[in-house]
């Protein structure tokens, strides 16, 4: 069963808009959840974590247990941020992550 | 400190043909886990590595096996190759912690492309 869906291949936005990338998950338990990032000819790399409760290079992510979401979230988006981007979900049980599908986001100049 | 890194880069091999990848992990990690990201996919969960010993297993057949070594490093094998198993092979590192603990998140090495022909 898919655990993390992330309904969005594709993504564009201008310099300065704001931003979201969805992800929902389907788990009963108490999950952990992650974004993670991967910019151009790099690795795969974590951006943030729900128990952080932090901002990264000014994303922010809220877990929305009612709604099973996990949306990532930036007011600003720079050129930089063009990459892909994956939500990931890791059980209460067990060591396993579990990743989305991606969402490949492009800021326009 | 080098992070996870990953042997060989590119591989082409042919179908029936077995293949060994293989990972060292993030200095100060003690746990390997193998993922395989096919075209437009996210990484999919083959099996985890922790004390030397296959600790979880994901939906993957016993064609794909692993090894742990003592200093941490780890090698997946891949036997009687087939067309679908051309991906890219993702070796991530972590460190295991106690359950009250947070769960260390995953360092990914840069992976190694397969190609079966």
């Known amino acids: 069963a898919q655990r993390v869906t992330q309904p969005e291949k594709l993504l564009s936005v201008f310099k300065g808009a704001p931003v979201e990338l969805k992800c929902n998950y389907s788990?009963?338990?108490?999950?952990?959840l992650f974004w993670y990032v991967q910019y151009s000819r790099q690795r795969l790399q974590l951006l943030l974590r729900h128990i952080s409760r932090e901002s990264i290079k000014g994303f922010t992510a809220d877990l929305n247990k009612g709604e099973t979401s996990f949306h990532l979230k930036k007011p600003f988006a720079q050129e930089e941020d063009s990459a892909m981007y994956y939500c990931?979900?890791?059980?209460?049980?067990?060591?396993?992550?579990?990743f989305g599908t991606g969402t490949s986001l492009t800021v326009i100049p | 400190d080098a992070g996870v890194t990953q042997s060989p880069t590119h591989l082409i091999k042919t179908r029936g043909q077995q293949v060994t990848l293989r990972c060292s992990p993030k200095?100060?990690?003690?746990?390997v886990s193998w993922y395989q990201q096919a075209l437009g996919q996210g990484p999919q969960f083959i099996f985890q590595?922790?004390?030397?010993?296959?600790?979880q297993r994901g939906n993957f057949p016993d064609r794909f096996s692993g090894h742990q070594f003592p200093n941490y490093s780890s090698e997946l094998n891949v036997n009687a190759l087939l067309l679908g198993d051309s991906a890219l092979y993702l070796c991530a590192s972590s460190l295991d912690r106690a359950p009250w603990q947070d769960n260390s998140p995953l360092h990914f090495g840069n992976g190694t492309r397969l190609t079966v022909t």
């Open positions: 200095s100060g990690h003690d746990t």
């Open positions: 990931a979900l890791k059980e209460d049980t067990g060591n396993q992550f579990y």
């Open positions: 590595y922790y004390e030397e010993e296959e600790r």
């Open positions: 788990y009963s338990g108490s999950p952990e």
